[in-house]
């Protein structure tokens, strides 16, 4: 075992000795020259590579929906396309509003949908940008002026992705409304052909001057009796003290900022149909803010005491009052005598 090691040892130096002995004797070539780096002038700027900026998509938000999360906005304000703005007939526009998340589930994939109301070219529906709970939101749509003079009304309203309205305060509706030309347009006669509607003067009081539609009063009124006339009841005839009773609540309504059976002066319905001059043996008032015939009509009939009242084999007579100073304000009066 001993003899061993030292003839590895004995080995291990040898082969160290060979390598000294053969790379001192390896000889340099005539013509070798030794490779050095040039030097760097003064002046020398190293060239620079133009880095391509990355694309950055815009991020998605990840959010988990709360369980049994609230909807709920607020409308501020509409930022363009102010209520009664002036259009050419046949002019395209672009209406935006302003909202604010004011429940507590965030919107993704929510929705503007038009509800009721002149179309004017606008999506049935369009997606808005998503909005966690207290953000702000601009919602916009673009729409086509009709070619008709006169004024015009569309509702649209806010859906969650199963469709369902996303309520704005007390209202589900918001609108655009615009006026084309000279906004004038013919009173049509109402669907009884017996009494034409009659507009009381302009006016409302020293700090209110409302604006009237004989359109939507008569719009109204048809409406109505086709609810009518779909159930095979008799269709109501327009009575003009009917008509005073209910436009002058819709002028005190709209006035006030206020919906209520109950007038300012704290008159009821009936005192004030009495008021008019009319004696009725029956009568019931219906109203409404915050939109048109459409939206009303559609309230109205999905709400069992309100569709119980068009619908009331009571009533023989009917007078609509309407009202915009702010906001819409449609006064029914039913009655018989």
């Given at each position: 075992m001993f003899k061993r090691l030292i003839l590895s040892s004995a080995l291990f130096l040898t082969a160290c000795i060979s390598v000294e002995v053969d790379e001192a004797?390896?000889?340099t070539p005539a013509?070798?020259?030794?490779?050095?780096l040039a030097p760097t002038k003064s002046s020398y700027v190293p060239p620079t590579l133009t880095v391509t900026p990355e694309i950055t998509l815009a991020p998605t938000l990840a959010v988990t929906i709360p369980p049994n999360c609230t909807n709920n906005a607020v409308l501020l304000r509409d930022v363009t396309i102010q209520d009664g703005t002036r259009v050419n007939p046949g002019e395209k526009f672009t209406k935006t509003w302003e909202f604010v998340n004011n429940g507590t589930c965030p919107w993704i994939g929510y929705a503007l949908k038009f509800a009721a109301g002149d179309q004017m070219n606008a999506p049935l529906?369009?997606?808005?940008?998503?909005?966690?709970?207290?953000?702000?939101?601009?919602v916009?749509?673009?729409?086509t002026a009709p070619t008709a003079?006169?004024?015009?009304?569309g509702y649209f309203t806010l859906n969650d992705p199963n469709g369902k309205d996303v309520p704005i305060g007390i209202e589900k509706t918001?609108?655009?409304?615009?006026?084309?030309?000279?906004?004038?347009?013919?009173?049509?006669?109402?669907?009884?052909?017996?009494?034409?509607?009659?507009?009381?003067?302009?006016?409302?009081g020293a700090n209110c001057s409302y604006s009237q539609n004989a359109g939507y009063v008569n719009q109204i009124a048809a409406m109505i009796n086709e609810e009518r006339a779909n159930a095979g009841l008799l269709a109501l005839t327009v009575n003009s003290q009917l008509t005073s009773a209910a436009q002058g609540h819709a002028a005190d309504m709209a006035c006030n900022n206020n919906i209520s059976h109950t007038?300012?002066?704290?008159?009821s319905a009936y005192a004030r149909i009495l008021a008019s001059g009319y004696a009725p043996s029956y009568a019931e008032e219906i109203i409404y803010g915050g939109g048109g015939p459409q939206a009303a009509m559609s309230w109205w009939m999905n709400d069992q005491i309100h569709r119980d009242a068009i619908?009331?084999?009571?009533s023989t007579e009917i007078g609509v009052g309407y009202a915009y100073f702010s906001g819409d304000y449609i006064v029914v009066d039913f009655g018989s005598p």
């Open positions: 004797r390896t000889p013509n070798f020259v030794t490779a050095t529906s369009a997606p808005i940008t998503d909005t966690l709970p207290k953000g702000k939101v601009q916009s749509v673009e729409l003079n006169g004024s015009y009304t918001f609108w655009v409304k615009i006026t084309v030309g000279s906004g004038v347009i013919p009173t049509q006669p109402t669907s009884s052909g017996s009494v034409s509607t009659p507009i009381p003067p302009l006016g409302g007038g300012s002066d704290g008159s619908l009331s084999t009571n």
